[in-house]
């Protein structure tokens, strides 16, 4: 569809294989899948999740919310559902929310979800955005504990001046999809200044990762396995450099589902997970960055 080859996107990317919904398939059944397999592991049930938090910029409709249409395919009969739109940042951000809700006393069971189906928001005649991105879910459930694993640390951080570095110009309440005549509607579609994005992208990274590493009186060699957003394999790499972490501890399945946005550090964390990459007692890092721009880190405890 456009003018490019498996040599550039690998070189430049790391990419090989992208995953896309077919027309029957939405992004609450692609949550619901997620969250049943992580009710399944964690042997919960649906009716003991209190919060549904699911971070994305795809939901099936502009109303309701993604999380209220999964809460009833789910069955989370006792739980409030919301919406974090932090764009590749939406998993960490909904989990720093979780923690904060946990602390508080507000809840004890938190269904946390990523999820997008960016081939709804993809412009496949652009080539500087079509190469990268790719649909998916993944989930987890935070729960109040009285041990020493689990969170330790975590950070969030925006800067609303980068907003047009990586967004999607038309169909929002200033200029809704039936009252403009949008560029052969591409402008429904993301935008991306991918050099800028990325010479950003490392140094947030960074940023966040040290700082939470700092607050958990942990140093980059503590760390076992660090999970970063799944965005391009030399983001990946100059961040894990610049933190001091050997390439090796970087967990990367980036090359098998591309880059799924909010999705993308819930499902390398569960494959890292299931494969035994990560280990109990592990001291795990995530990290992402997105659209806002918005950037964040974690350090837990497996
Ligand atoms: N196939 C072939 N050539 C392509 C291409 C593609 N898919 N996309 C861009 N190019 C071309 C450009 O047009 C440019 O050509 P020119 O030199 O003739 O102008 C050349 O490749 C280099 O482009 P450049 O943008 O400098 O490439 P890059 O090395 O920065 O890689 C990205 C581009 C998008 C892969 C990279 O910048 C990136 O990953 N940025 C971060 C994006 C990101 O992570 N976004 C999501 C945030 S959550």
Redesign the pocket.
């Known amino acids: 569809m ?4 498996d040599e ?2 690998t070189t ?2 790391g990419i090989k294989e992208r995953w896309i919904c077919d027309e029957n398939e939405s992004n609450s059944d692609m949550s619901l899948a997620a969250g049943l397999r992580a009710l399944e592991m964690s042997g919960n049930k649906p009716e003991d999740i209190e919060l549904l938090l699911i971070g994305t910029v795809t939901p099936d409709k502009r109303l309701p919310s993604l999380a209220c249409v999964v809460q009833d395919k789910m069955g989370l009969v006792n739980a409030t559902a919301v919406d974090v739109v932090a ?2 940042a939406g998993f960490l951000t909904g989990l720093s929310m979780a923690n904060a809700y946990i602390k508080a006393g507000l809840f004890k069971k938190i269904m946390v979800i990523g999820a997008e189906k960016l081939s709804s928001i993809t412009d496949y005649t652009d ?6 991105f790719g649909d998916g879910a993944g989930a987890a459930i935070v729960e109040a504990s009285d041990g020493d694993d689990g969170i330790l640390s975590i950070y969030i951080k925006s800067d609303g001046r980068h907003k047009k570095l ?1 967004w999607i110009p038309d169909g929002g309440s200033d200029s809704p999809a039936h009252k403009i005549n949008s560029l052969n509607g591409h402008h429904f579609d993301i935008i ?1 200044n ?2 800028e ?2 010479k950003h ?1 490392v140094r947030m990274m960074a940023d966040a990762s040290n700082r939470v590493l700092a607050d958990a009186n942990l140093k980059a060699e503590d760390v076992n396995v660090m999970v970063p ?1 799944q ?2 394999i ?2 990946m790499k100059s961040t894990a450099k610049r933190l001091g972490i050997p390439e090796e501890k970087v967990f990367v399945n980036l090359h098998k589902y591309g ?1 799924t ?1 909010a999705a993308s550090v819930p499902i390398a964390f569960d494959e890292a997970v299931r494969s035994g990459k990560i280990k109990k007692g592990d001291i795990v890092l995530m990290t992402a ?3 806002g721009l918005i950037w964040g880190s974690a350090v837990v405890r497996w």
């Open positions: 456009v003018d490019t080859s550039w996107i430049r990317t764009a590749c080539r500087n955005t079509c190469v990268l990586l991306m991918g050099k994005v990325f992208a957003h965005a391009n030399r983001i880059n946005s960055f997105g659209g």
